[in-house]
């Protein structure tokens, strides 16, 4: 199945609502209808002991046209004629922000990263900066250090405050995970210290990366996922706590149980 919804460009929930038979794994990708390689997300449904399936897709940015696309993984994608499943309901709901305090610094970045992560699937490698040139992004088919290919999708000049950007990662990434991963590396060079914490503190940029992307309403899972498929190329105790952060972090932001303090 697949369907043109005219976005135009606001934050929104979706809501649907799917029937299928037990043992049918169905994929939900909403994608720019205009712009290749440009996802905003792409789930997979598992039907076990249950033929009825309720989804919530999270917007926190959107293009002007969204394509929706549900097909069974099992019958590839067959357009209109795939029979093997119900679309029972599909309703668009306001999408619940918080309010995020942001200095000018991060009111800028915020708007060039979202820029660049909407439309890095057809940008060309090279260089690309923000409005007043504060930012830069150095846009590489993969990161290179010393001759080797590194396995990080991206990483920030701790002096220079460039941040390069892996092409090669970033193709198959989401929209809103290519944001994520924009913000912790910001947020290594330019929160980090504003609340006396190292530059090179993952776990700082972890949240101060978070803060912003979760209050903006951005999708939890997309980021939940980025970061399990970055750390999945360094297992290591390190990375094994910060993802325990993380998900406890989104988990206790959604239910309340944060306090949370800006240093402005």
């Given at each position: ?10 934050k929104?929930?979706?809501q ?73 309901d ?47 992004i ?59 914490k ?67």
């Open positions: 199945m697949k369907a043109a919804i005219p976005t135009n460009k606001l929104f929930e979706m649907v609502i799917l029937s299928a038979s037990e043992g049918t794994r169905l994929r939900v990708v909403t994608f720019d209808g205009y712009k290749p390689n440009t996802k905003y997300s792409d789930r997979f449904i598992n039907f076990s002991g249950t033929t009825l399936r309720k989804i919530h897709l999270m917007y926190g940015a959107s293009p002007e046209t969204m394509g929706l696309q549900i097909y069974n993984t099992s019958k590839g994608e067959q357009g209109s004629n795939d029979d093997s499943f119900i679309i029972k599909l309703k668009i709901k306001k999408l619940k922000t918080n309010d995020v305090w942001m200095d000018k610094d991060s009111r800028e970045f915020v708007k060039f990263a979202l820029d660049f992560c909407e439309n890095a699937g057809i940008k060309s490698t090279g260089v690309y900066q923000s409005d007043t040139g504060k930012f830069t150095n846009y590489l088919n993969n990161i290179v250090d010393k001759g080797v290919t590194l396995s990080t999708p991206a990483r920030v000049g701790h002096l220079s405050g460039i941040i390069e950007v892996s092409k090669g990662h970033f193709m198959g990434y989401t929209v809103p995970q290519r944001f994520i991963i924009l913000l912790h590396e910001f947020s290594h060079k330019y929160r980090n210290p504003k609340i006396g190292p530059i090179s503190d993952e776990i700082a940029a972890d949240i101060n990366a978070l803060y912003i992307y979760l209050g903006m309403g951005f999708p939890r899972i997309e980021a939940r996922e980025v970061y399990a498929k970055v750390f999945q190329t360094a297992p290591n105790a390190q990375n094994l706590q910060r993802n325990r952060i993380i998900s406890d972090f989104i988990d206790k932001y959604d239910a309340g149980k944060l306090s949370i303090t800006v240093q402005k």
